[in-house]
């Protein structure tokens, strides 16, 4: 019995001995001004943290027993560490996890990719890592040339220094016809890159920007972080064939008999002068074909030629012209009708029944 109750409290002891016994120390968490920042105690693990080559920031580094450490130090070169303060408590913790501040300085010229950060004290040592970003800059996008036909894919070139490993993103897209646009990197070296946009319909005008960054690093250069970024971006312009961009109701899409209704058709783009499209012989302009529907309820007003009989009415948009009103007046409701939908569209110059060749806007009609 004296036996069993002596084996018991070795045991007893033993354990309580593996109890007292310190947590394996080492870093928990760092701290930064950029991903880590909204973070109270930083975050969790050992990196990679990103800078950019010429930069030096400040991190907090976190951990048991981090706060006594004496040396800091980086692999390969270009790359100066500096201990610049220590916490008995870091920030954003209690007792048990101290903080270390390291200047880290990167080189302007420093190779890109991920070193290693060591931090000692005595023989003992922490390590976490540290991703170099290149801090390129796109300076130019060349001219794009206007394209023969509506255009789905287009590859735009880009130039700079230093912006090898681009990842790009776009911003302030837009499209006529409206859709998507998407953006991928087809190639890139220190001064070139080739960007291939692709469109989720036909267009006949483009616009946004473009965005270059390090894309050795998820997460740089997006909306709400600069980093890594290759700039702020170069804004591009991809003109094709003309289209219509809208058919709007400037006095209101909402009609009575007698009265009148004002559509005004938008293209994406100045008309221009010159040969016809189908044809060769040269016009002032360029030739928008249209109609309202029913056509038999609507009859001209001055100034606009109408033939409520026709299968589609013609305009000339004279060159350097965005736009034009047409106005008709509702004579009377379609047959069986007290509030009806009536619809006017606008054609471009091969008069195609789908977009980017047609467009339409919608009105009602009431006695």
Known sequence: MNKTFSTVLQAAGLWLGLLSLP??????????????????????????????????????????????????????????????????????????????????????????????????HGSTSYSFTLRILRNGVVSGLNAVPRQSDYFTQVD?????????????????????????????VLSSNDTTAVVRLTFSTPQSKATGRIVLFDNSFPG????????????????????????????????????RIGSVLTIRIRLTQPASGGSSSPGNFSLPGEIIKWQVHPSTAFEAEPGTAFDPNAT???VMFSSGTQQRD??????????????????????????????PYKRTGNFTMTP
């Open 156 to 184: 735009v070139t880009l130039t700079g220094t230093n912006i090898a490993q681009a990842g790009t993103r776009l911003e302030l897209i837009g499209t006529s016809p409206p859709g998507t646009t998407q953006a991928q």
């Open 23 to 120: 947590a394996l120390a080492d870093i928990t968490h760092i701290q930064d001004d950029r991903m880590c920042a909204n973070l109270s105690q930083g975050c969790a693990g050992k990196g990679p943290i990103p800078q950019e080559q010429g930069e030096t920031r400040t991190l907090k580094v976190k951990g048991q027993d981090v706060n006594f450490c004496t040396s800091a130090s980086a692999s390969g070169a270009g790359v100066t560490v500096t201990i610049v303060g220590t916490k008995l408590v870091a920030d954003g913790f209690t007792v048990g996890t101290g903080q270390i501040n390291l200047r880290i300085a990167v080189g302007a010229t420093a190779a890109p990719g991920q070193r290693t950060i060591t931090i000692s």
């Open 326 to 355: 047409l106005v008709v007046r509702l004579r009377q409701l379609p047959g069986g009708c007290t509030t009806c939908t009536g619809v006017a569209e606008g054609r471009v110059f091969d008069y195609r029944d789908a977009a």
């Open 220 to 255: 740089a250069c997006t909306a709400n972080q600069t980093f890594g970024c290759y700039g702020a971006g170069q804004a591009y312009t991809i003109l094709g064939p003309n289209a219509i961009e809208s058919v709007t109701f400037p006095t209101g899409n909402a009609i």
């Open 312 to 314: 589609l009415n013609q």
